[in-house]
Structure formats: C-alpha cells, structure tokens
C-alpha cells in the first residue's frame, strides 16, 4: 500500500526563526501521524528548520535547486549544497517556476535526473491551465508533462519520484479540483507511468494540490488514487497544516 505524502509548500514566506518556531509547533501536533510529513520552506530557512526537525517525524524540503552541482550561475542553489545541509526532499517544476522562471520539461528532466543523483526525494509537479481544462486537453497536457519529465530516469527513479498533480487553475485560487476530478487526471498520469515502466507504476505517490485545506483534506486523500497533497497557503499555520496531515 502507498503511504501518503502530506508536503507544506511555504513558497516566499517565512524567516529562518518564524520557520523553527512553526516547526517547533508542528511537530507536537503531528508527532503520532503515519503520513509522510514535509514541509518545504525558503532556502535561508531550511538549517534552522533541518535542527527544529531532527528527531521528529517532519521533514524538510526546498522549493527549486539547480541541476549542476556547482558553477557559475549566480543566485542558484545545487542539488549538493542542500544535501550537504541535511535536505530529504526537493519541489522540482512547480507551475510558479514555470510560469514566472522560464523552467521548461527539459531543465525539469535536468533538475529530477541531479536530484536523485545528490540522493534528494523530488516532489516533480504538473497540472494544465484552466483553458487546456476548458479545451479538453488535460489528459494528453498533463501524460505529456509527465512523460518528458520522466524521460531517460531509471525504473528505479521513477518509482521514487513522487508527483504533484496541481491543476493551475486551482492554486492559491481557493477552487478546488472535486475529488472526482483529480482522481481522474491522477489515475490518466498512473496509466502514463505503466506505458513507460509497468512494475513501478504502482509504487509511484501521486498527490493531489491545489487549495487543499482542512475542511476538503479528508475528502481528497480518501480517494483511491490520491496518496495525499501538496499543500501551499493552508500550510502555512501550524495548526491548519496539522489538520490536513492527521485528516
Ligand atoms: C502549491 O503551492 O503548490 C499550492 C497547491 O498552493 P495552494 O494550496 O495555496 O493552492
């Protein structure tokens, strides 16, 4: 049976200290959970949130890295120094990066590739737009994303990569997919990962995000396919994320 991933994705919120005290506060609230818990903070605040975490069930995420290990590319952060610095997971391709950071599915393939190779868990994310929804086009938009991410990865690494399936049209905008919805494009990108690798397929995590909250947390993660959220403004208090983690 696949775990459930419940991932806190703080995007540019939070200072290094708000970061501990909230981990400080969470990790009491979820300490008897079963659900993978991460949270995904700023790069200035994943060391005091890697400390707050260690000997708890929580761990901590970035948001973007590099796909070289070093180099001239002033401003990045590569995939070594956040493992150096204890990072598990790593938020590759999220539909902000794209939209406002130029990242393409073929640095997103880059970037999955380095993260396994430095030994960081990559929360790889895909979803349409509102139009390609409006056009009918979801399915073969969102197959594809996958399918380039994806590329060239080994069965074994494409078993380990978790994916985020968040329709943009639902991020930040309070909508939420229904239930019915997501499980559907969910189950579409499950069928795409048994075209490219069948034994893996069914190992592969597949959450859902998109204004997920306390009040539809339950709903969502109780879907058959759904094996938990991505979860951006509701994980930003404490005791607001903890309810979608012990949903
Ligand atoms: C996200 O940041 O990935 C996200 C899903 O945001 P929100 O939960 O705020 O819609």
Redesign the pocket.
Known sequence: MRKKVIAG?W?MNKNAVEAENYINELKELVKDSTNEVVVCVPFIALCKAINAAKETNIKIGAQNMHFEEKGAYTGEISPKMLRDIGVEYV?IG???RREYFNESDETVNKKLKSAFEYGLKPIL?VGETLTQREEGITKAWVTNQVRLALDGLTNEQIGNTII?Y?PIW?????K?ASSEDANEVIRWIREEIKNICREVAENVIIQY?????SENAKELFEMSDIDG???????LIAEEFAKIVNY
């Open positions: 994705n995007k938020i999220h539909s902000e994310c985020a968040e639902a991020i930040g905008t309070g939420t995000g998109g204004s997920v909250k959220g991505l979860v951006g403004g509701a994980s």
